[in-house]
């Protein structure tokens, strides 16, 4: 078993920042892939970036150029920082690792 436990999220106005963090702990690997995802309300969850076992990251093209992914093996951490953040990206932000675990969820809002 892994569990997950993100924080860093928050409300921000838009065109701030966040840095959102996911902290991994059990039975954890430095190959499996870690990702975030979000969801909100109405709408389905989905895939905002992913960053693999040798640093090769993808991105939905909604945060192209915004957002960076990045992780830290010796803390079994995975970040994700927000910039130029759009009222759009309001979510309940989700990190999954080895496509099977999930995180809680932390809330990001970002007002107009």
């Known amino acids: 078993q892994v569990q997950l436990v993100e924080s860093g999220g928050g409300l921000v106005q838009a065109g701030g920042s966040l840095r959102l963090s996911c902290a991994a702990s059990g039975r954890t690997s430095s190959t499996y892939s870690m990702g975030w995802f979000r969801q909100s309300p109405g709408k389905e969850r989905e895939l905002v970036a992913v960053?693999?076992?040798?640093?090769?990251?993808n991105y939905a093209e909604s945060v192209k150029g915004r957002f960076t992914i990045s992780r830290d093996n010796a803390k079994n951490t995975v970040y994700l920082q927000m910039n130029s953040l759009k009222p759009e990206d309001t979510a309940v932000y989700y990190c999954n690792t080895a496509g099977v675990y999930w995180g809680q969820g932390t809330q990001v809002t970002v007002s107009s």
């Open positions: 960053i693999r076992s040798g640093g090769s990251t």
